[in-house]
């Protein structure tokens, strides 16, 4: 799953690279940028974001504020990640999947559409959902990582691949 979103990401990033210089070719050589450039590179920066952040839950390389974690008892490192996992997945459903389904919905019933490349602005919010999906399937596989860790090691450092 993770192999698969990083290929999606690499060629997100690469289109973007690619808009990016045309969009400063069109500009600065032939006088006039293209109308679309701008635009695809922001929805394509967005679905980046959105999509790497999942990445980043599926590798654990994102931030963790464990300072005061590690003050407390070994015995409670277990519970606060079980509970610090429980919030990230509340917040992933309500926000990334309902929220964000919801967004696509209203979105596509309105029928908006995009300025410059005429496309349905439900597809271009469409990444809430979807980072939303691999981020409820990250943390639970986190969570139950945790949960099957012995005690003192619920919350120690983990080595990035």
Known sequence: MTAAL????????????????WGVFTRYIMGEQAKWTEELARFLLVWVALLGSAVAFGTKAHLG????????????HKVM?????????????????????????????MEQMTPALGWKMGYVYLALPIAGVFMVLYTLENL????????HDANAPEEVA
Request: hydrophobic share 65%; proline share 3%.
């Open 6 to 21: 990083n290929a999606v990401l690499i060629v997100a990033v690469g289109l973007l690279v690619l808009d990016v210089v």
């Open 81 to 109: 990640g079980v509970a610090a996992h429980l919030i990230t997945l509340f917040f992933a459903g309500a926000i990334f999947l309902y929220g964000g389904s919801r967004f696509v919905i209203d979105a596509l019933n």
């Open 144 to 151: 139950a990582e945790t949960l099957a860790a012995r005690p």
């Open 65 to 76: 504020v464990d300072f005061f974690i590690h003050k407390l008892h070994p015995d409670m």
